[in-house]
């Protein structure tokens, strides 16, 4: 198992910029496939970036692409998500999940470890 940690959210002006973090513990980080996901209440949760095992590879959402850079260091089991260009419609709790093995799934339900979530607000 690996327990996720989310930290880096709060409020933003639109147009700035914030970087999440997800610490991860437990053994072999690089064995995990690892991605964010966001969240709106009413609203199903959301695939915003992954990430494969070595870093090598990413898929971003199309709504981020370009705005957003997923990256991870394996040498301090983190995860990050570099979010730039905030717009209001990306104000949602964010969460870091992990899956063993392959990145190369867009769906929650597919992901099996799960931060508790951090508020990134974007205000006008």
């Known amino acids: 198992q690996v327990q996720l940690v989310e930290s880096g959210g709060g409020l933003v002006q639109a147009g700035g910029s914030l970087r999440l973090s997800c610490a991860a513990s437990g053994r072999s980080f690089s064995n995990y496939g690892m991605g964010w996901f966001r969240q709106v209440p009413g609203k199903e949760r959301e695939f915003v970036a992954r990430?494969?095992?070595?870093?090598?590879?990413?898929v971003y959402a199309d709504s981020v692409k370009g705005r957003f850079t997923i990256s991870r260091d394996n040498a301090k089991s983190t995860v990050y998500l570099q979010m730039n260009n905030l717009k209001p419609e990306d104000t949602a709790v964010y969460y870091c999940?992990?899956?063993?093995?392959?990145?190369?799934?867009?769906?929650?339900?597919?992901?099996?470890?799960w931060g508790q979530g951090t508020q990134v607000t974007v205000s006008s």
């Open positions: 999940a992990a899956r063993r093995g392959s990145y190369g799934y867009s769906a929650p339900e597919d992901w099996g470890y």
């Open positions: 990430i494969s095992r070595n870093g090598g590879s990413a």
